[in-house]
């Protein structure tokens, strides 16, 4: 199995990062006075609470670089990604295991990720997709706790770190550029009906 070289996951990885006060609750939310406990969980929980005190929503969800929200799931951007592109589908619960979420809502996260496999294919052309889970810290779960799907643009040649650095194939943007392409790429997609 090769793995992609990502200079700039170093701090998160090394752990440096995993000690903010609150756990993936951006400065523009820090307003936020809940409990430290799940990076998914206080992302949404921070959204309500700005909404709730004034912030518009699109706002608040753009903070996030959330993507989308439906029933059950919603899609976010992965501030520490591996490749431009990277995102997650994550369901609202606060649940570890996919055999352990509800069939109605397993459905829609695998709904959602068709979804985004359409988008991220029209949005960044990429050669391949990743798309998966990780389950328990054993398997690479950086969040074990909550369950959460990966979905990582792929090109030839991405895991060689040259090819990185010189930009020759990942041209690396910004969380914001990644936020607006893939919002782009949605709009243009047509769901599939239920
Ligand atoms: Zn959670």
Redesign the pocket.
Known sequence: MEYLYTPWRYQYVTGSDRTRPKLGVPEALSAWPGET??????MIAAVEYAVENGMARTEAEASVYLLERGKSCFAVLNAFPYNSGHLMVVPYR?EPSLAGLPLEEAEEMLRMTRRVERVLQVAYQPHGQNLGLNLGKAAGAG?A??LHLHAVPRWLGDTNSMTVLAGTRILPESLEQSWRRIREAMAADTPEPR
Do not use: I, L, P, S
């Open positions: 406990h799940c990076v998914f969980c206080n606060h969040v706790e909550h």
